[in-house]
């Protein structure tokens, strides 16, 4: 059963900074991964998604990575924004499909003006 | 294009009582899954139709169930509510399985 583990569970930062979360996998054998954020009570918004013979993807300052044979993906976000405050979310979907996607319990993003 | 939609935004029942959420996808979009969150178990796949057939089903008891019309709207039901349903039920859609998934604001159900 696939499992997805999202590192650290909080974080606080100046802004300006940049920083990088972190979410591991445990079954490689994926199709894609896919990062959105998620505003307090509102629904996900989609950042960026890599499919499984991908190693990264661009948005503007958002750059994901994948490393598949390792279980891990990087979100990197340059120049933190105030605006950028937010949960995080990794989700994998697995190969076989049962399970729909399969999401980590985020990272708490606080950027300080 | 307008985004997923879902309706009611919020809801408020009875233990007991059953429940029936509208998700209207994207314009062109033929699969839509169903997700349940709440801020113990996080986000958690409950089911995904493609072109009207239930395509896969997350762990979840016989009382919720769903389906998808020719339109590709997707209904979800969840009957003999219980409080442990309280949650934050997101559907999403895609173009087609495995694509990016965009999700609607989500509705939010109270059971009392």
């Known amino acids: 059963k696939q499992e997805v583990t999202q590192i650290p569970a909080a974080l606080s930062v100046p802004e300006g900074e940049n920083l990088v979360l972190n979410c591991s996998f445990t079954?490689?054998?994926?199709?894609?991964l896919q990062w959105f954020r998620q505003d307090p009570g509102k629904g996900l918004t989609s950042l960026l998604l890599?499919?499984?013979?991908?190693r990264e993807q661009t948005s503007g300052r958002l750059n994901a990575s994948l490393d598949k044979s390792s279980g891990r993906s990087t979100l990197y976000i340059a120049a933190s924004q105030p605006g950028d405050s937010a949960t995080y979310l990794c989700?994998?979907?697995?190969?076989?499909?049962?399970?729909?996607?399969?999401f980590g319990k985020g990272t708490h993003l606080i950027i300080q003006p | 294009k307008a985004g997923v939609t879902q309706t009611p935004r919020y809801l408020i029942k009875t233990r007991g009582q059953q429940v029936t959420l509208s998700c209207s996808p994207i314009?062109?979009?033929?699969?839509v899954s169903w997700y349940q969150q709440t801020p113990g178990q996080g986000l958690q796949f409950l089911f995904e139709?493609?072109?009207?057939?239930?395509?896969n089903k997350g762990n979840f008891p016989g009382r919720f169930s769903g389906r998808q019309f020719s339109n590709s709207r997707s209904e979800m039901n969840v009957s003999t509510l219980e409080l442990g349903d309280s949650a934050l039920y997101l559907c999403?859609?895609?173009?087609?399985?495995?694509?990016?998934?965009?999700f609607g604001p989500g509705t939010r159900l109270l059971v009392l």
């Open positions: 999403a859609s895609t173009p087609g399985p495995e694509e990016t998934q965009y």
């Open positions: 079954d490689s054998a994926i199709y894609n």
């Open positions: 890599i499919q499984s013979s991908q």
């Open positions: 989700a994998v979907h697995s190969g076989g499909g049962a399970d729909g996607l399969t």
């Open positions: 314009s062109g979009h033929r699969s």
């Open positions: 139709y493609f072109s009207e057939t239930q395509r």
